[in-house]
Every structure is written in C-alpha cells, then in structure tokens.
C-alpha cells in the first residue's frame, strides 16, 4: 500500500490593516479589466534547504496582505531567471458556490515546469490548498461583469542570494489575485494574427515549461504584431519555420468541413495547454475527430482559401475559446470562413464555459468546488 499524504500544514493569516473600501472594489468589479488590478491578499511559502543535511522543504505557509516582496539584489531569480508560474480561474457557480477548474492540472504541470528549471516541486495538494485560501480570503473580488472571474497567478522564484550558475538553495511560492473580465479589449468577434519570423521555443528548450523567459522572448514579436494592428502573434517551428505551433499564449485548434478538429501535437516546444486537453475531450466526447498533427502555415492558407478549412480558435485559461478571423504575414494575408466566431467554436465555448459555472454536468470531475 502507498503511504498516506502527509497532513496539510496551517495557514497563519496575518490581517489586513487597509483592505480595499467597498465603494472602491466594487467600481472595480464593474469593469475590472484583465490583470491589472489585485485583490487585498496573497499566499506565501517558503523553501529551504538545512545546510546540515541538504534536504529542503516547504515551511510557513501564510495569507497575508497584499503586497511588495522585499528581495536581495543578488537574489538568483534577478540573475539567472529561475521562475515559473500558473495560471487559473475561479468561478463563481450558478448555485452562488464558488468552484476551481481543474487545479490538479495545474499543479501537475506547474511541477513540470520546476522540473524543467530545476526548481522543487511544489506538493499538488499543498498547491491546490495554497489556491483555495487564496480565494475564500478574497472571495469578495469576483466581478459583476458577464463571464467575470477571478484569475490566479500561482508562481515560484528562487530567492538565494548568490552570484553563481547553480540552482537556488531557497524559493518562495506566492499565489495572487485579480479580478478578471476579457482577455481581448478589441470587442472584435474574432481576432487577427501577426506570423512572427521569431522563434519562441527549439527542441530540448523550455518551450513545454511556464517560465518567465519563455514570454521575455515573445514581447518583440507581439509589439510587432501589435504595430501591424493585430491581436495576437503566432509562431513557427524553429527547424523548418514551417509548421504552426502556438500563439504568444494560447494553443490552436483547426475546424475543417467535414466537422473533424486539428490541432499541433506537444512535441515538448508547445505549452501542454489544460484548456486545450479540455477541449480535446469535449470534442470527442460529441463524436468528433480530433487529431493531434503536425499543421503547415502553407497548408493552413491553402485550405482557407479552397473552403476545406472553415474555423480556427485559439484557447487558454485567460482567453478561453476566441476565434480567429485573420492571419497576416509578410506575404500577405488570408480570411478563416466568414471572418467571424464559427458555429462549433462557439458552441465548444459555450459547453466548456456552462461547465466551468456549474450550469452544464460535468461528467469528468473537473470542476472543485471549495468548501
């Protein structure tokens, strides 16, 4: 028999002396925007190792006030970037209950990410309950707005304070908050895409881990796509610049005309989307063909332009389910079906969301609803 989990540790809470006043949040909550406002607390935990018999732990997890976080010039995360984060959403339910999606996942795959930068793994439970305070302390901050919710940002760096290329010997493990309402400010029924001549990830890189650099590396290219009067950029395969892989932040599904889905296989340069995997479920699950191949820009071109290709969406936690409309580079551009949200785009949507808000069965056991 396996041995049982080690019991949670307690969470200190340490009180707010200046909570956001109500009239104030709840001007927030109207239009709260994406990720630029925070509600009043986080979670903290740390890590360190006992230099006496170099084993490390995580110790003193606490709720605690929102706030700065003092840190050591020479602290290795300013120097050699170890950091990795997560992103989520909770949801407040039909019921009026408040539930995460999946959060399991994301602690599975936050952990995938510290393996990759040699980072500790973070207990999935201890992540997941970590979560949990986070949101029963700040359960006040969910919007107002339709398809409000509250986006979380779990994410670890390492704090040791050295100058050498090793990996850190302590950590700190935070979870924030923000009220969230769109991703895209545009309104636009669908979105336009910039294909970048940049690279975002090669083989054997960290294309498949949620790190901080991944996305350093893709601010050029957005502010391009940007420039270009896009929403958003797509990349190319680093060997080729041939095959599609990602957006910026979000994967991609293709819609062809005999109703089968198509999307790029995770060839370890992909982020393991838990949105995508959702969907991919969802959609077999209404007898669809779902098929995780390799997708060439030419290809993509050539089927919207013959009718064989009639939808494409991109999907992530913060975006969710968007259509795209467009597809532009330097070679000129072409339309996806009518340029605008297509029938099984929006109804994957609609079924992943009801989901989500506990207005649909969920037939999986994705939705955590928390006590």
Not at 47 to 53: G, K, L, Q, R
Not at 174 to 194: D, E, M, Q, R, T
Request: net charge negative.
């Amino acid at each position: 028999m396996a041995s049982p989990a080690a019991p949670l540790p307690s969470f200190a809470r340490l009180p707010h002396p200046a909570p956001r006043p109500v009239d104030e949040r709840e001007a927030i909550l109207a239009n709260p925007g994406f990720g630029s406002v925070f509600s009043d607390h986080m979670v903290e935990i740390d890590y360190s190792v006992d230099p006496a018999t170099g084993v490390g732990r995580w110790h003193d997890p606490r709720v605690v006030p929102y706030g700065p976080i003092p840190l050591d010039p020479a602290a290795a995360v300013l120097h050699y970037a170890q950091e990795i984060f997560e992103g989520l959403k909770a949801y407040r339910l039909a019921d009026g209950g408040i539930a995460l999606f999946r959060p399991f996942a994301n602690a599975a795959r936050f952990n995938a990410s510290a393996r990759r930068l040699a980072m500790p793994e973070v207990p999935e439970e201890l992540f997941v309950e970590a979560v949990r305070q986070l949101v029963l302390a700040d359960s006040e901050w969910f919007p107002t707005v339709e398809g409000g919710s509250l986006y979380l940002r779990p994410f670890m760096f390492a704090s040791e304070a050295f100058l050498g290329v090793r990996p850190s010997r302590a950590y700190k493990f935070l979870v924030i908050a923000s009220p969230a309402g769109n991703y895209f400010k545009s309104g636009a029924p669908a979105v336009s895409i910039w294909v970048s001549d940049y690279t975002r990830a090669a083989p054997g890189g960290t294309g498949a881990a949620k790190c901080g650099g991944n996305y350093a590396a893709s601010l050029v290219p957005t502010a391009e796509a940007f420039s270009r009067g896009h929403d958003q950029v797509l990349f190319l395969d680093a060997a080729e610049h041939r095959w599609i892989e990602e957006l910026g932040g979000m994967n991609l599904f293709f819609v062809f005309e005999d109703g089968s889905l198509l999307t790029p296989p995770l060839s370890g340069t992909i982020l393991p989307g838990i949105t995508r995997d959702s969907l991919i479920a969802l959609a077999r699950e209404e007898g669809l063909t779902v098929r995780e191949e390799r997708y060439s820009l030419d290809q993509w071109r050539d089927d919207a332009k013959s009718g064989k290709l009639i939808e494409t969406f991109a999907c992530g936690t913060a975006a969710v389910v968007t259509p795209v409309g467009k597809v532009a580079d330097s070679n000129g551009e072409f339309t996806i079906g009518s340029g605008g949200p297509g029938q099984l785009t929006q109804k994957l949507r609609q079924r992943l969301v009801s989901i989500q808000r506990g207005e649909a069965a969920d037939a999986n056991g994705w939705v955590h609803r928390l006590a």
